[in-house]
Nanobody, 120 residues
Framework: QATLVESGGGLVQTGGSLRLSCAASGLFFDINLMAWYRQSPGKERELVAAAPRTGFINYADSVKGRFTISRDNAKKTVYLQMNRLKPEDTAVYYC??????????????WGQGTQVTVSS
């Protein structure tokens, strides 16, 4: 079995910063993609940033230049550093991890979500 645990959300004023973490537990053969999504009430879940094991990191245009995704493969953890936060960044943020478990079973799972609220 494998699980994802998120942390780091909270309330911050416009222009502030937060750092989200998502740690994967369990035995993995590989983790090919670690990504962050967010969802606001009444809106579709949208991709914020994605970090493949190899290849280019991708960011949504709305966060480019403000957010930084990084991954610590040894700790099986992905981070999202969010700077110069805006009210429109308010959402529940979810991590997504894709890869294979140690027995080569495909793995694609979501964290429990962490609330980020940016006040005006």
């Amino acid at each position: 079995q494998a699980t994802l645990v998120e942390s780091g959300g909270g309330l911050v004023q416009t222009g502030g910063s937060l750092r989200l973490s998502c740690a994967a537990s369990g035995l993995f053969f590989d983790i090919n993609l670690m990504a962050w999504y967010r969802q606001s009430p009444g809106k579709e879940r949208e991709l914020v940033a994605a970090a493949p094991r190899t290849g280019f990191i991708n960011y949504a245009d709305s966060v480019k230049g403000r957010f930084t995704i990084s991954r610590d493969n040894a700790k099986k953890t992905v981070y999202l550093q969010m700077n110069r936060l805006k009210p429109e960044d308010t959402a529940v943020y979810y991590c997504n991890v894709q890869g294979h478990l140690a027995d080569l079973t495909p793995f694609n799972s979501w964290g429990q979500g962490t609330q980020v609220t940016v006040s005006s």
